[in-house]
């Protein structure tokens, strides 16, 4: 019961994904092949990888990939191209006739069902194009960064609801938000240059990234030699300043901090046994000083992982 | 001062293009009752109007599907060099138009002796609505093509993404969205097909359209009767385009 898709070599995607029902995060830098993988699931990337779900390939006669309309699927793109001469009650219930009241309320576009494409904020358009593909009923919803320009309360309503409605069997969502992939989703896979990484569920993501820029791409922001060849990663959001043994792997080190570039923000320095680790963080913080941390959930890797905060 | 002299020079430019409808409107007006009385000028407004629906049909039919097949066409090669065909075809003198037909309609070719065994070749209706096809059909697909392909690609994508079938597709979207431009394309086909006199006055003398017949009423009667037949002329062939025009709110 799986939606898997395998990248040959030859193209720009590597790798292969496999997800069980779910939701799933799909995350990377710009450029790094989010959308096409993506688009060649929806069937729009031309010639692409052999998709299969719960067994039956997604291929028409002749080896031919499936088209984007057989395909169980609705995609929902960074920018929805709403048809501008349509109401938003039409661009639904052409959809799915019927369905245009049956909108999950908490998308909020009961509102703008009389109104056209041009008369909604970029907020509004894609919380339209979700309801449109929500009435599509697919198998898999794929979403690419569909709701980037959605505010951020509204947008946490929406994935919250995404992952207790569960809309879909497959809901699979790109996003740059780490904190969104990391809450919201079943498993996190993330590319680097083409290359497909093999998905992990948030926590084990956290815990054994895959490489330096992985890591560095989840937050971490430096290491510590742990003694036995292998390092430490440090990540501001599971660091502690002091030391908290019941809570965690404590290292003794020499810490202190500055106050940071802006009124909300610190930075912190932490040196032990001649390496320096550094980062910005939030400005409240009861001491400025401590001859430790703790490391909550600390993640030990085989690389090193240089810190690139620069110290004034 | 400078946005007054554009407009002067807008008013001056707008006054010479109106000036021959305004001329064509008084003076034609003075025997336009009597103009069709004139020997061949009725029959020629119904060969006219008969051959133009014939020939806007066969227009529309095959430079409707041309249109959308070059918008899917993946090689730039393929569309530029159908771009240029176009524009070369749409740019021919239709006087040389009008003698490449007539050779290639005359008996001693391979086609012309084939259609001459079935129909007469030259000189029929059929010349006339093969001439003012040959003249209109470049307008047509050319400004077709354009419309076609002014519609983003991502709102086909979308709907197909979203399970909707190509033909769904075409009868929510791309339909709606190129009718404008088509009804542009169809109007200008027109105007084009009840004027088209070049290729006409070589291949098609007879039966003799419309604008033959003001050609000929020019020689044998005077230009204050041809002037009156223009006029005719004019009423049946450009309202559509003016009315479109002005419909949509904006220059050709």
Redesign the interface.
Known sequence: MSLRAHFGPGGFLQGEVDWPRGVHALMGPSGSGKTTLLRHL???GGPGPAVTLDGSRWQAIASKPL???R?????V?Q???L?P??TIASQIA??QPGKSSLAPPVLDVSALLSRFPKELSGGQQQQV?LA??LA?D?TVL?LDESLSQVDQNQRRRIMQWLGRARPAPWIVFSTHQLSEALQFSDTVTVIQEGKIFAAKTPDLLLQSPDNPAMARFLGYCGSFPAGDGRHILIHPARTLIGAYPGLGLVLEADVHSLPGPGPLERRWSVKRQGNTVSWQGVAASPVDRARAITLIAAATVPYSLDSQEEWP | MLKRAGGLITVLTLVMAALPVLILLTEGARHFPSALQSPGALRSLEVTALSGAVSMLVIFAVGLPAAYWLRYVPSPAVRRAAGVILVLALLMPPLVLGLVLAYVLAPATWAGQWLNSVHAASNSFFALILAEIYEAMPYFVLTAWSAVNAI?R??E??A???????WQTFR??LW??SRPGLITATAMAWARIVGAFGAPVVVAYHPTALPVQIWITIEETGLPQALSLALWLVLIGLPLPGLLTWRQGRTP
């Open positions: 929806a069937g729009l088209p984007p309309y395909r169980p699927v609705a995609y793109p920018h929805p191209s048809v001469f349509k052409w959809i194009a449109r593909a599509a697919q794929l | 983003p991502a709102w994508e979308d197909w993404a979203l399970h909707k079938t190509p929510f979207v709606p969205a």
